[in-house]
Antibody
Framework: QSHLQESGPGLVKPSETLSLTCQVFGDSISTETHYWGWIRQSPGRGLEYIGNIHHSGGPFYSRSFASRVTLSVDRSKNQFSLKLNSVTAADTAVYYC?????????????????WGRGTLVTVSS | SYVLTQPPSVSVVPGQTASIACAGDSPGRKIFHWYQQKAGQAPRGVIYSDTDRPSGIPDRFSASTSGNTATLTITRVEAGDEADYFCQVWDASGDVVFGGGTKLAVL
């Protein structure tokens, strides 16, 4: 059964870069049927979509994060990564890596059908 | 940006039916998805593309959509259904939008 696992530092200093990696198990990141992405959750902001990427490229970023986020895929390791620059305390959240279904019945959808357990990242000096 | 509004909480007695609404703040057809998040867990999808259930989701979960409004219905509610439920759409501006979530309390 497929699952996702986030890894990375749990504490990041303000103004630095938050970096997380998601390992994909039981599925190939090179599949044509899914994108791979990140969503975060905090008490004050709820669930926030950050972005998603296909193994062949073409990331889609939320407008809220586009100026400071980079997603990448490493097909050789079957994993993908998130980098968020210039973090502040407002970026403190649980970060989930997710798998996005590309289409259903021939219609493009934006449904996240698999989620990692999430990792808490705290931004503090 | 597009906003989805959900009631903060809904209460239901076991065995009864729970309905959770989700309303967009501007007209236009949207495709809705729904997620369940139990305490201490990651969200998981329970409905996609307005009405479809992922494998493993019981048929007690259903949903309907009309324009920019959707409703998640859970029949024969069980104690294990107690969770936060979130609706989600993709907006034509290119962003994914989540509702604020509804806490379902099973009394």
């Amino acid at each position: 059964q497929s699952h996702l696992q986030e890894s990375g530092p749990g504490l990041v200093k303000p103004s630095e870069t938050l970096s997380l990696t998601c390992q994909v198990f039981g599925d190939s990141i090179s599949t044509e049927t899914h994108y791979w992405g990140w969503i975060r959750q905090s008490p004050g902001r709820g669930l926030e979509y950050i972005g998603n990427i296909h193994h062949s490229g073409g990331p889609f970023y939320s407008r809220s994060f586009a100026s400071r986020v980079t997603l990448s895929v490493d097909r050789s390791k079957n994993q993908f990564s998130l980098k968020l620059n210039s973090v502040t305390a407002a970026d403190t959240a649980v970060y989930y890596c997710v798998r996005r279904m590309v289409s259903a019945r021939g219609v493009i959808v934006w449904f996240f059908d698999l989620w990692g357990r999430g990792t808490l990242v705290t931004v503090s000096s | 940006s597009y906003v989805l509004t959900q009631p903060p909480s809904v209460s239901v007695v076991p065995g009864q039916t729970a309905s959770i609404a989700c309303a967009g703040d501007s007209p236009g057809r949207k495709i809705f998805h729904w997620y369940q998040q139990k305490a201490g867990q990651a969200p998981r999808g329970v409905i996609y593309s307005d009405t479809d259930r992922p494998s493993g989701i019981p048929d007690r979960f259903s949903a309907s959509t009309s324009g920019n409004t959707a409703t998640l219905t859970i029949t024969r509610v069980e104690a294990g259904d107690e969770a936060d439920y979130f609706c989600q759409v993709w907006d034509a501006s290119g962003d994914v939008v989540f509702g604020g979530g509804t806490k379902l309390a099973v009394l």
